[in-house]
Structures are given as structure tokens and as C-alpha cells.
């Protein structure tokens, strides 16, 4: 049964309401996309801050123009599955890139970054970038390495002076 034009109205409105919190979005062409593959992408999304959407080209359009998003209905082709990242820049990227590594018909069309239109290329490169958490990481090792080194070399003289002296000890008779 067709939606009517208020039922339209709030779809544009929500997806609009959406798109205005978004860091990154990935538009996806999802011919093949199945329930199955639906629902393990929600539920990895709903882990990392990313929500997966299925909303007709017209009304999405519409919202990301109401957004001051500039994309057109050419930049999109087929049926399209908008993930939208909320915590940071690379989790929706992140998570379609492993969604169509072993499917043939799901394709990356393009994407949001920064409020402006990106196409695949950079959205595979966004993909390939570590996460936050994975830069805190590191940064947290980077700050710790010096740190960890010095305890290191000052148990190390420790160490040896324990050995030294049970070497003294040994050698020595016992009287």
C-alpha cells in the first residue's frame, strides 16, 4: 500500500533528523542485500554507533537537501542502503567495506564526510584508517613505551646487582 504524504513527510523528517547528527554516511547500491544480511549489519552497527537504512532515493533525497547536503538522485543508482556513523568518521565506512568484501552485488556509491558529497574512492580509503579506539591505543602504547623502558633498565641494574652479589656469596666458603 502506497504511504501517504504525511506518512512521507515524517519519513523526511526523521531521515533529515538523522542526517543532521551524522559524522560520515555511506550510500550503498544493495541489489542482492538479503534479510539475513540486513540483520547482521544492524547488529554490528548498533555496537559501533552505526545505523543502516533502507528509505526510497526520492525521500532521501529530499532529507539530505532539507540537511543541506548536496547530493542528487544521479549520484545514486538502484536501491540504496544509507549507513549512517554517529561516534566517529570511519565506523560507517568501516562497516560496509566489510559487508561487501564477499558479495558481488552490494557496491560503495559514494558518501557524506564533513557535510560534503565523497565519492567511492575516499570512502575505501576512510575504511582502511584505524578506529578511534584503535588510535588510543596507540597513542596510550606511544606515551607508555618510554616509561615502560626506563622501569625496564632500572630493574635490569636491579637485577644484575642481585646476581653479582649471589656470585659474591657462592664463591665465598661457608664458615
Known amino acids: ?7 512521507k513527510e515524517e519519513i523526511v523528517a526523521e531521515l533529515s533528523g538523522k542526517l ?12 542482492g542485500y538479503t534479510m539475513d544480511d540486513a540483520n547482521d549489519l544492524r547488529a554490528k552497527g548498533r555496537e559501533q554507533g552505526v545505523e543502516a537504512v533502507v528509505a526510497k532515493k526520492t525521500l ?8 543541506n ?3 542528487t538522485a544521479d549520484e545514486l543508482q538502484g536501491s540504496i542502503l544509507t549507513t549512517m556513523g554517529y561516534n566517529d568518521e570511519v565506523s560507517a565506512a568501516k562497516l560496509v567495506a566489510g559487508l561487501i568484501k564477499d558479495r558481488e552485488g552490494i557496491k560503495i556509491l559514494g558518501g557524506i564526510l564533513e557535510g560534503r558529497y565523497v565519492n567511492v574512492d575516499t570512502i575505501k580509503q576512510l575504511s582502511s584508517l584505524p578506529s578511534k579506539e584503535e588510535l588510543y591505543a596507540k597513542i596510550v602504547g606511544s606515551i607508555n613505551a618510554p616509561v615502560s623502558g626506563f622501569v ?3 630493574a635490569g641494574n636491579l ?3 642481585v646476581y653479582v652479589l649471589n656470585a659474591v656469596k657462592d664463591s665465598k666458603p661457608n664458615t
Open 152 to 154: 625496564n633498565a632500572l
Open 69 to 71: 547536503l548536496s547530493v
Open 20 to 31: 543532521a547528527r551524522i559524522k560520515s554516511a555511506v550510500f550503498t547500491s544493495i541489489s
Open 159 to 161: 637485577r644484575n646487582l
Open 60 to 67: 532521501l533525497v529530499k532529507a539530505l537537501e532539507k540537511s
Open 1 to 7: 500500500m502506497p504511504k501517504t504524504r504525511s506518512q
